[in-house]
């Protein structure tokens, strides 16, 4: 081969007069350790580094999915607990409005259980004072007519022992009625 | 008037070395070589070292190591390829290395040159894709693949007068020339660059030193630029590999 581009590239050397290979010409050592390391490294390369960076990429790239799909997995959970526990929320205010709610019922009913008991009570009271009242009046009435009778009895008797004129008797009716009245006070 | 005594060195001073082991054999090994040598031992050291304990959580080489891997499966193979094509990484991973690794040489202090700027190196690893996809081509579509190129479909038979003869020369002498060629020619040309800058800076550093500034700055704007040169040329060449092998397995797309 150095032979085809020598003939064609031949250069001659100014300085020496010696006629020297033009220096692009390919040289046969140079061609063969060139071969030697190209083999060397593309044989090496593929048997030990490419694959090692390879399965270093693909597993970390695996890795990276793996938590991915788990991160978004938990997402996903997370998203479904709190929509539990919104719901749980929600059932809590709902239970918690009820149970406010039955106990504002519960001391209604209560108060107006007592005020119904109060106004029973009250209403009683009033009755058996009335009932008092009306007792007291009636024994005061009897009591009355028996000193009125008593009296009467007393006044006949006076005036059945004296002679009166007109205007002791009048005097003594105004005594008697004056009696009367002050006994009813 | 100044540069009128400079005198840039003879080509071959800049591009052949002397054999420093092996002398006038085969298998001579000499600055090219060497060089070629030591970039395979630190790719294999870099990414088999690195690579011996993955964690889930990355350390900073791991990281390196993962992004590479990635820049490369996904960015060329299955991107250009296919979807399944994963069984091609790690051939389009080491060529992309071994290319980088080579073409950084260039800026590294006291080496600064590329072994991708001497033929033999491009020229192999074009003849090698060259061969692959010539392989993968007929073990995929037998004898369609050649066909498919010499006559596309939908276009019109009295064209095939001119579109055959272009993609034969396309298909078996431009792209791998062109594949070969495009990495030599940048890689030589950012050396030469280099190269002629350094020794202006030199030669002014010594006759007139207060314009020695400008090839200097040039020298590191340039050096940086080449360091974008050495990563796109690898890229370059990977991408152009993976495009003719998705091209000899899905000729139709």
């Known amino acids: 081969m150095n032979v085809v581009f020598a003939a064609l590239l031949v250069s001659e050397n100014a300085n020496d007069g010696v006629k020297a290979s033009n220096p692009i010409l390919p040289e046969t050592t140079e061609i063969v350790w060139s071969v030697v390391a190209f083999v060397l490294v593309f044989a090496v390369l593929a048997w030990k580094a490419w694959p090692a960076i390879s399965k270093s990429l693909s597993d970390r790239e695996a890795k990276i999915r793996a938590d991915l799909d788990a991160a978004e997995g938990a997402r996903v959970e997370a998203e479904s607990s709190l929509e539990t526990y919104k719901q749980q929320l929600a059932d809590a205010r709902g239970d918690a409005g009820r149970i406010i709610d039955e106990a504002r019922q519960a001391a209604d009913d209560v108060r107006r259980e007592l005020i119904a008991r109060a106004e029973a009570d009250a209403a009683d009271l009033r009755t058996r004072a009335q009932e008092d009242i009306r007792q007291a009046t009636e024994r005061a009435m009897v009591d009355l007519q028996a000193r009125l009778a008593d009296l009467s009895i007393e006044l006949a008797q006076r005036i059945v022992e004296r002679n009166l004129d007109r205007d002791t008797q009048i005097a003594l009716i105004e005594s008697y009625i004056n009696e009367v009245a002050s006994t009813q006070k | ?253």
């Open chain 2, 1 to 253: 008037m100044l540069l009128a005594a400079f005198e840039f060195p003879h080509i071959d001073e800049l591009f052949r070395w002397k054999g420093l082991f092996f002398g006038d054999t085969a298998y001579e090994i000499n600055k090219t070589s060497l060089l070629v040598l030591i970039s395979s031992v630190m790719i294999l050291l870099i990414f088999v070292g690195g690579s011996r304990r993955m964690r889930l959580i990355p350390t900073k080489l791991q990281s390196i190591l993962e992004m590479t891997f990635e820049f490369i499966d996904h960015g060329i193979t299955r991107d250009v390829v296919g979807k399944d094509a994963g069984r091609f990484t790690p051939f389009l991973g080491s060529l992309f290395l071994f290319i980088l690794f080579l073409n950084f040489w260039e800026i590294v202090p006291f080496i600064q040159f590329p072994p991708t700027a001497r033929f033999a190196i491009p020229l192999y690893l074009a003849l090698q894709t060259y061969f692959i996809y010539w392989y993968l081509g007929f073990r995929h579509n037998g004898y369609r693949y050649l066909t498919g190129h010499l006559f596309p479909a939908g276009v019109p038979k009295a064209l095939y007068i001119l579109v055959t003869p272009i993609e034969l020369v396309q298909i078996v002498i431009v792209r791998p020339f062109s594949l070969a060629v495009r990495l030599l020619a940048n890689m030589m040309a950012g050396h030469i660059l280099l190269t002629a800058l350094a020794l202006l800076t030199a030669y002014a550093l010594e006759n007139a030193p207060i314009i020695a500034i400008g090839p200097f700055l040039l020298n590191v704007g340039v050096t940086g630029f080449e360091l974008l040169v050495g990563f796109l040329q690898a890229y370059i060449f990977t991408l152009l590999t993976a495009v003719y092998i998705a091209d000899s397995i899905h000729p139709d797309h």
